[in-house]
T-cell receptor, first 114, second 111 residues
């Protein structure tokens, strides 16, 4: 049981380049989330998908787009990377929105934008 | 708006010492409260949770009690081990299923 997987683990981009971070879960969870983690700021929600076919903005959505490709996969796209987007990105999933279910996290993607 | 505040680290303790990491929250409605732990190079893992006032979450010797009157969810452990060294995050989940995380507290346990 792999849980939540993320690719790539590390990425270096130049300002203005684009890339997509991939996330997949094999727990049949309905809800998926993208966070960024910056030093001293904890995790901040970028986008989430309460169920397949829906996506909603979180706390810091600017500069990002998401796609809930199917129930398993939720990708995060940076169309034109900026140094301010240097961060560690975590994907998470939970069984069902609107309940007390917890979230399960992937191992993270460390992104550096030069 | 909703928010979580936890004590700044790092916290450095000797093995077998008592641990307290303070966490307070601001939220409307009736949130659920969580403690997550992050080991180096890994994602966050759920440590414990409490879903209503006066509930006590516990796991691996850690415990925290949901105190609505003081809006707190402090993490405690009676005797820490070197293997407990990690970053600990307090979090709340609101009635709209959104999570809010504190900034994290790094714990260093020395042998």
């Amino acid at each position: 049981n792999a849980g939540v997987t993320q690719t790539p683990k590390f990425q270096v981009l130049k300002t203005g380049q684009s890339m997509t971070l991939q996330c997949a879960q094999d727990m049949n969870h309905n809800s998926m989330y993208w966070y960024r983690q910056d030093p001293g700021m904890g995790l901040r929600l970028i986008y989430y998908s309460a169920s397949e076919g829906t996506t909603d903005k979180g706390e810091v959505p600017n500069g990002y787009n998401v796609s809930r490709l199917n129930k398993r996969e939720f990708s995060l796209r940076l169309e034109s990377a900026a140094p301010s987007q240097t961060s560690v990105y975590f994907c998470a999933s939970s069984r069902l929105a609107g309940t007390t279910d917890t979230q399960y996290f992937g191992p993270g993607t460390r992104l550096t934008v030069l | 708006g909703n928010s979580v505040t936890q004590m700044e680290g790092p916290v450095t303790l000797s093995e077998e010492a008592f641990l307290t990491i303070n966490c307070t929250y601001t939220a409307t409605g009736y949130p659920s409260l969580f403690w997550y732990v992050q080991y180096p190079g890994e994602g966050l893992q759920l440590l414990l949770k409490a879903t209503k006032a006066d509930d006590k979450g516990s796991n691996k010797g850690f415990e925290a009690t949901y105190r609505k009157e003081t809006t707190s969810f402090h993490l405690e452990k009676g005797s820490v081990q070197v293997s407990d060294s990690a970053v600990y995050f307090c979090a709340l989940k609101d009635n709209f299923n959104k999570f809010y995380f504190g900034s994290g507290t790094k714990l260093n346990v020395k042998p």
